[in-house]
């Protein structure tokens, strides 16, 4: 392997100033998308609280393990992932082909990331459409339409595109310190501050009791080992795994710390803001008496009308999508720094050429995405799915069904059974006789053949 130019944690980029700021920034790349337009639908379709007690199993076995494999990567090896992962394989005299992992979990985070960016686009334009109250009036079908008009004008959307990407590369190119520590600091409170806040308004204008009922509730009628499995794979979605992102903030540490305990807190403030959204999403759904749907149409259609029809809705719209946007950028900014960081050690260039370099890369295949939804739109089937948004679909499909995964199980068995035991230990702060055997077994059997089964199933659960 040819020698890297420069350790990030000694350049101009920056350290993480104590355990709390890591602990918001990995929160903050996890609290993103997913827990606000598939957590709320999967918890009302597979059992309501008994799904709660799965996922929380799931988080507690499979999440916090894996978060702290990715940490203890990032910290030990002090580079980027791919820098990291290799240096973890020259000191451990491990296979060189482990080094692709580094590989996988990069290319893993900047694809979410060119498609991530144009649906955090459609927030920001959301955001000043509600607010001179776009959505008024409207029918189910005219909030439709005001969707597939944006979706469907390249150059409206070339235009939020290029602003959610230069706001990215804007914080990105500040570094730790002077860039993503503060937009963590104050954005992730912002965002916890605000979904509590629309809980409130959702609890006095929308369904509250029933959303209630619907989330804590157990309905063991509903519950499937498709449920379970589900549950689990939404553990890799929600908690950012397997795209790189943990073991690239886990090499800005300076100091060490309980990586256990960081864990934990990473998975109650991500639990949290599940837990907000989803007060609120199904207390304005059943509030105007909608079906829970998921994704785009959750996001894009159903709330807005939920919104246009309840009081202070124009008010709240705005704040809606702002959250729902800056939760998207805290995301955002996460995937695109493995990317940066290996840029800066390759190639020796400045951090403003390297976020300049990865922000074009992505602004590219972010166009093409946004061209799957007019002129280079295109159909196919995978599995038995009909896909009508061609690369977009493509790009999901992809890290979704098979990078993700592939690169939770790699990372378990590589700190697993890969690398030096005692070690391992030590960086983990695992001093009991009975504690790290037990996370030991953990990584190395449970989580790697219970995410092989989801990553197996997968497929077909969501169908």
């Known amino acids: 392997m040819p020698p890297l130019r420069s350790r990030i944690t000694t350049s101009s980029d920056g350290h993480w100033s104590s355990e709390l700021v890591f602990v918001m920034a990995v929160s903050g790349a996890a609290v993103g998308l997913n827990n606000v337009w598939q957590f709320p639908s999967l918890v009302a379709q597979n059992g309501g609280g008994a799904f709660m007690l799965i996922y929380f199993a799931a988080l507690l076995l499979v999440g916090v393990p894996l978060l702290m494999t990715e940490i203890v990567i990032g910290r030990r090896g002090e580079y980027s992932p791919i820098g990291s992962i290799n240096r ?8 060189p082909a482990w080094q692709g992992l580094g590989w996988l979990v990069t290319i893993t985070g900047f694809l979410i990331f060119t ?28 909030v439709v339409g005001l969707f597939f008009a944006l979706a469907g ?24 310190s002077d860039g993503l520590e503060p937009l963590v600091k104050w954005g992730v409170p912002i965002v916890m501050g605000s979904l509590s806040l629309l809980v409130l308004y959702s609890a006095i204008f929308g369904d509250f009791f029933r959303a209630v009922i619907v989330l804590f509730e157990p309905d063991i009628s509903f519950l499937t080992i498709r449920s379970v499995l589900i549950a689990v794979g939404h553990v890799l979605f929600s908690l950012g795994l397997g795209v790189g992102a943990v073991m690239a903030y886990g090499a800005y540490v300076r100091s060490r710390f309980s990586t256990g305990r960081s864990a934990l807190l990473i998975v109650a403030i991500d639990s949290s803001a599940g837990i907000l959204a989803g007060l609120f999403v199904l207390s304005l759904i059943y509030g105007s008496g909608q079906e829970v749907s998921s994704g785009p149409l959750l996001l894009f259609q159903s709330i807005p009308y939920a919104l246009a029809r309840l009081p202070g809705g124009n008010a709240v719209g705005p704040i809606f999508f702002l959250t729902i946007a800056l939760a998207a950028l805290l995301s955002a900014v996460a995937l695109v720094e493995p990317a940066i960081s290996w840029l800066r050690e390759r190639r020796g260039v400045r951090r403003s050429q390297a976020v300049l370099t990865t922000g074009l890369a992505g602004w590219v295949l972010g166009v093409v995405s946004i061209l799957s939804f007019s002129y280079w739109s295109f159909s196919f089937t995978v599995l038995g799915l009909e896909k009508k948004l061609g690369v ?48 030991l077994r953990t990584i190395r059997v449970v989580v790697p053949v219970l995410l092989f089964i989801v990553a197996f199933a997968l497929p077909s659960l969501y169908k």
Do not use: C
Request: aromatic residues 12%; without cysteine; glycine residues 10%.
């Open 88 to 95: 973890l394989v020259i000191e451990d005299v491990a296979h």
């Open 115 to 142: 498609y991530l960016s144009v649906v955090g686009s459609w927030m920001l334009a959301y955001a000043v459409r509600a607010s001179v109250g776009a959505f008024d009036g409207l029918s189910q079908d005219g």
């Open 392 to 439: 977009f679909d493509i790009l999901q499909l992809l890290t979704a069904n098979l990078l993700l995964p592939a690169g939770g199980i790699l990372a378990a068995v590589f700190v697993g059974w890969v690398l030096n035991r005692t070690i391992t230990r030590k960086e983990l702060g695992m001093s009991g006789p009975l504690v790290f055997p037990l996370w």
């Open 153 to 176: 004008d390249p150059e409206k959307q070339l235009f939020w595109h290029a602003t959610f990407v230069g706001l990215t590369m804007l914080i990105s190119v500040r570094g730790i």
